[in-house]
């Protein structure tokens, strides 16, 4: 768990839009406008998210693809905030 808390906290892309994600189910323009990023830059970030299985999509019917925070994603995410600045 150690090594995926490292790479969520060494990004700030993947480590804000974990949080974000863990607040609401988001779509990537609307995480690029929250963070004022590039949604190219949340895309990949989201894909890094998933492959760890931190994120995963939600089906839907629309073009917009809507993601959240997994169970693990949450876990991880309690570890990472709890950690010292």
Known sequence: MGRVVSFVSRSEVRSHVLVDISKAPRTPSELASL?????SHVSRALSELRAEGLVESLPSKSRERYYRAT???YLILATFTQLPR
């Open 35 to 39: 963070e004022g990023k590039h949604v």
């Open 71 to 73: 169970d693990r994603g």
